[in-house]
């Protein structure tokens, strides 16, 4: 008994909280038109919250579609006065000092990246902040080198780009829209998502400390019809869009006939692959990384685990300790390991499609976690005796919930693997590199990992085919998106 009293009191964690202080939030933040804040000519406001207590952080101005013409109108100038005339060593100037001044405030940007969105400081410290800088600094190289880069001797960039992002990555999306576009010469309207515009805001900010002309950059916030518009603007020469698949469709419509260029980086629902002669506590770990990593919201997660049969129970029983030992809580604790859902439509979402798990057969199970009283929240979640016809196998989830499933042989793994309409990512679990490699030439998916998961670098391609959309975000195939080759 008394081992045990030391046992538990050798994992217990002391609150390790960030200070909040080094971020100050205005009252209102208005949109980045032309180099400056304004307010929507309108007037019109919306609020955004903290997800992990549902207190009003800011309230932030609606662009309708005069903000939208106004903020196209602007880039459109830049792009022909300014930054598509400027030498690509200039323009890699103004993205070598953004990524410095990412890195400088990083620490800002964190706790306000995890004050807007809920996600766990240590990760948006870690990875999205570093990540966004990443991609800067990558980009700042190309700029100047467009010409040798494989595109012919003269790419030129394509003009104004509008481009629409989710709120699972707040920052490191808009890192991935606007570092190429900016290194290729093209101008920006960036529309961050609804419930996480804060850290786009900030970034916009830091454009102006950086000297960027002003147009170059603009930010218009706002809901899911500032995208509408946005996408719509006929002086808009490409879209880039991240998000839904049915947002993505609806895009695609919208944009058919017009001449646009279009990149849709759409959702996912991959298998992380374990096979039989894999490390079980190195799997484990990247099967933990593959779902539970910014909720499971990720549009590559590794929301279906498919186990093979032989090593099932082993893997499952280290997977339910493991999960045991997560700690769920304040996004601003350095301990924490799982942060808040985004909003409360998300957690509507994750709920109802958990039950559907439940009802249609599937089994259930998490660790024993205390929930805050406040703020939206979902425990981490395991769905064994999964079927490939359920719901929780073949619909996105995108939240902290795991379906297993199981299979025998290598073209098993491959069938199941690939029975989805999506074919964003996948990861394989095994010691041998031959089966790596057969496996990578069969399962339909744009990245598969190999022993490891949610691997990203600015330098690699990162996109999808099929239901997971097209075209490519990263490494040279990131720059084609962006230039008339
Ligand atoms: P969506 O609802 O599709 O929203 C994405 C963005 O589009 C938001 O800014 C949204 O505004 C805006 N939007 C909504 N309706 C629009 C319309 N009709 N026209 C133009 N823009 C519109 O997705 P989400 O729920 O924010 O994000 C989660 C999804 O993104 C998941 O499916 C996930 O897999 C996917 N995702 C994919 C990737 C890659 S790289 N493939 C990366 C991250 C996320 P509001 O926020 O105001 O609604």
């Known amino acids: 008994m008394q081992g045990e009293l030391a046992a538990q009191a050798e994992w217990d964690y002391a609150p390790a909280p960030e200070s909040r202080d080094i971020v100050s939030i205005a009252p209102e933040y208005g949109l980045f038109i032309d180099g400056e804040f304004v307010p929507a000519a309108d007037g019109r406001q919306f609020a955004t919250l903290n997800?992990?207590?549902?207190?009003p952080l800011a309230q932030v101005a609606d662009a309708g579609e005069a903000d939208v013409d106004r903020a196209v109108a602007a880039a459109r100038a830049a792009y022909e006065r300014v930054w598509g005339p400027m030498p690509g060593a200039e323009r890699a100037k103004y993205l070598y000092r953004i990524a410095r001044l990412l890195q400088e405030r990083s620490r800002e940007f964190a706790v306000l990246e995890?004050?807007?969105?809920?996600?766990?400081?240590?990760?948006?410290?870690?990875?999205?902040?570093?990540?966004?800088a990443a991609h800067f600094f990558y980009h700042a190289g190309w700029a100047d080198k467009l010409e040798h880069a494989g595109f012919g001797p003269s790419p030129r960039p394509l003009g104004v780009a509008g481009q629409v992002i989710p709120w699972n990555f707040p920052l490191l999306m808009a890192a991935w829209k606007l570092a190429p576009a900016l290194a290729a010469g093209n101008t920006c309207v960036l529309k961050p998502a609804e419930t996480t515009p804060l850290s786009a805001l900030l970034l916009a900010e830091v454009c102006q400390q950086a000297g960027l002309p002003p147009g170059v950059l603009n930010v218009t916030t706002g809901a899911g019809s500032t995208g509408a518009a946005l996408v719509s603007h006929p002086g808009v020469d490409k879209i880039a869009f991240t998000g839904s698949t049915e947002v993505g469709k609806e895009i695609q419509r919208a944009v058919a006939g017009t001449g646009k260029r279009l990149t849709l980086e759409l959702g996912g629902k991959a298998a992380n692959i374990v096979f039989d002669?894999?490390?079980?506590?190195?799997?484990?770990?990247?099967?933990?990384?593959?779902?539970?990593?910014?909720?499971?919201?990720?549009?590559?997660a590794g929301s279906r685990l498919l186990v093979q049969e032989s090593v099932a129970d082993a893997v499952l029983g280290r997977l339910r300790d493991r999960?045991?030992?997560?700690?769920?809580?304040?996004?601003?604790?350095?301990?924490?390991?799982?942060?808040?859902?985004?909003?409360?439509?998300?957690?509507?979402?994750?709920?109802?499609?958990?039950?559907?798990?439940?009802?249609?057969?599937?089994?259930r199970w998490s660790p024993p976690c205390q929930l805050p009283d406040r703020g939206y929240w979902f425990p981490p979640t395991l769905f064994t005796g999964v079927s490939q016809s359920h719901r929780i196998a073949q619909e996105e989830i995108f939240g902290p919930v795991l379906s297993v499933l199981t299979f025998r042989t290598p073209d098993e793994a491959v069938a199941k693997a690939n029975n989805t309409p999506y074919g964003l990512s996948a990861g394989v679990w095994t010691e041998k590199g031959s089966r790596i490699l057969w496996?990578?030439?069969?399962?339909?998916?744009?990245?598969?990992?190999?022993?490891?998961?949610?691997?990203f670098d600015p330098t690699s391609p990162f996109g999808g085919y099929r239901e997971s959309g097209f075209g490519r975000e990263g490494g040279r195939h990131g720059l084609a998106a962006y230039l008339n080759a």
């Open 439 to 455: 496996m990578a030439q069969r399962l339909r998916a744009g990245v598969v990992w190999a022993n490891t998961y949610n691997r």
């Open 323 to 363: 999960l045991g030992t997560l700690r769920l809580g304040d996004p601003l604790d350095k301990n924490t390991d799982i942060g808040a859902i985004n909003s409360r439509q998300q957690l509507d979402k994750i709920r109802a499609l958990s039950d559907a798990g439940e009802a249609e057969g599937a089994e």
């Open 277 to 300: 002669d894999a490390p079980v506590e190195g799997a484990v770990e990247g099967i933990v990384n593959g779902i539970f990593f910014n909720q499971g919201h990720v549009c590559c």
């Open 51 to 55: 997800p992990a207590t549902e207190e």
């Open 114 to 132: 995890s004050l807007d969105n809920g996600k766990p400081i240590k990760e948006s410290r870690d990875v999205d902040i570093p990540l966004a």
